[in-house]
């Protein structure tokens, strides 16, 4: 295996230290979270201070149970519901649908701002995406986005479709010319589960205007299990990860588009498709130590980027192979480089080791692959619900992480100084055993942040809902 473990200097009270590895545990008053940092952290939480164990009030202090049974938040915090699955919309084109996930927020005129949120709605759901003429692709197809419309106060103006007629749209990212990549979690083709078109691809929604950007699949960047993506503002190309659970496992792929930064609709020019190698590490989840570095990654093109006969992943990249990741979901640009998650691994499903999820970050102009942040196993804590999914960059410095995973779901705040802290539990039970005990609850999605750092959005998957967070963040 060719790698280098990088060690980096880090001062903590006035002292110079060595930190390769730091572990840290989080009361959150239902779960801990067991994590471990690498001293690498410098731009992904905008400082460079080692990771220290808190307990009980980091952060923002305990988290208060909701009266209202919605969702707890620390103290000095407050909530509002935006919008519930099953409601009218207020364009009048049906109901609100469900599977609230990914979710992106722009900046509009007059102080407003536009959230664009997807829908993971399969063929098998009861209520879709209602389909609009202009902005669906499939009718047979049940996903897609819908818009919301805030007022400078935070109130909802307007709620509509963005786009219909897709498939298991995921997450995605946005477009430095501000509109919204939408991913379809499926390699579903016509005919399979009574679709009539192909799918598997991205698409652009216009969250100002989606009639702008309409239902057009932007097929050059591929068709397999899509999660996430992320666009290098200076360079324009795109990063996508691949949400594949079982074996073969997802890649890390990046798009170069034929018209980098073009705007609106300049995707649809199309480019190249090209899958992430790293010597000698066919799976990601092999590497165990926090701040270890690959030198020298590799973009190898790929055979068939429309999966006509073969799954890109099953594809020949040669005799070197191609590396794998199990569970490869959030994704985001940050400084110079690109974030991304690996949700977990598990032995028992394949993976070459296990872990709760893992964060790691290519920076492009060194060619470099840097494992930022693990969260479990190899401590004492070995919870289900450990598994990040959604991540977002906070205003203040440092991550919002989205959990999935069993039990009671949280979003976990992970600061500039390496400690990390309960932000939100989900209190909507899904259902209850024998004694009165809840036993599912509503992972959390689609965590971002108002365009001046004031409200922090989030979905909750299932019952669909769409809150607004207003506190005193720092």
């Known amino acids: 295996m060719r790698f280098r473990h990088v060690r980096v200097p880090v001062r903590q009270q006035g002292v110079a230290m060595t930190a390769t590895r730091r572990h840290l545990l989080a009361g959150t008053g239902t779960a801990l979270a067991g994590i471990a940092f690498s001293g690498a952290l410098a731009e992904l939480f905008a400082g460079t201070a080692a990771a220290s164990v808190h307990t009980g009030n980091t952060g923002y202090g305990p988290l208060v149970p909701d009266p209202d049974g919605l969702l707890d938040l620390p103290r000095g915090f407050r909530y509002r519901v935006l919008s519930r699955e099953g409601a009218p919309l207020r364009s009048g084109e049906g109901a609100v649908p469900g599977r609230f996930d990914g979710m992106g927020a722009f900046a509009g005129r007059r102080g407003r701002v536009h959230l664009v949120r997807n829908h993971e709605n399969s063929a098998r759901v009861t209520s879709g995406v209602p389909t609009v003429p202009g902005l669906t692709y499939d009718p047979a197809a049940k996903g897609g986005c819908t818009v919301l419309t805030l007022d400078a106060r935070g109130g909802v103006l307007d709620e509509r479709v963005g786009i219909a007629g897709t ?44 009639r702008r950007s309409g239902a057009v699949p932007l097929t050059a960047m591929g068709r397999f299990q899509h999660e996430a993506v992320a666009v290098d503002p200076r360079t324009g190309v795109v990063y996508e990860t ?189 259902a209850t055993d024998g004694s009165g005990q809840a036993t599912e609850w509503g992972e959390f999605a689609g965590v971002e942040f108002s365009p001046d750092g004031g409200t922090m959005y989030l979905n909750c998957y299932t019952p669909g809902t769409t809150f607004a967070v207003t506190g005193p963040w720092r």
Not at 188 to 210: C, I, K, M, S, W
Request: net charge negative.
């Open 167 to 210: 498939a298991v749209n995921c997450a995605g990212g946005p477009t430095p010319w501000n509109t919204w990549l939408t991913c379809e979690e499926t390699e579903d083709l016509a005919g399979t589960n009574g679709y009539a078109r192909d799918h598997g691809f991205v698409f652009e929604v216009d969250p100002a205007d989606p």
């Open 242 to 430: 691949e949400d594949a659970f079982q074996r073969p496992f997802g890649l890390f792929y990046r798009f170069l588009p034929d018209r980098p930064l073009g705007g609106p609709g300049s995707l649809r020019a199309g480019g190249a498709l090209e899958a992430m190698r790293v010597p000698d590490v066919p799976d990601l989840s092999a590497v165990r130590e926090p701040g270890t570095s690959f030198d020298g990654v590799e973009w190898v093109p790929v055979p068939d980027s429309q999966a006509r006969r073969t799954p890109i992943r099953l594809q020949d990249f040669g005799p070197r192979g191609i590396t794998h990741a199990q569970k490869l979901e959030g994704c985001y640009w940050g400084g110079r480089s690109v974030y991304f998650v690996s949700s977990f691994a598990r032995a028992s499903q394949g993976s070459a080791a296990d872990h709760h999820g893992q964060v790691w970050r290519y920076d492009p102009h060194r060619g470099r692959l840097t494992l930022v942040v693990v969260f479990g196993p190899d401590t004492d804590l070995r919870l289900p619900g450990e598994s990040p999914d959604n991540i977002c960059l906070a205003p203040g410095g440092g991550l919002m992480v989205c959990e999935d995973g069993g039990g009671a779901q949280h979003v976990y705040g992970l600061t500039r100084r390496g400690e990390v802290y309960a932000m939100a539990r989900n209190a909507q039970a899904l």
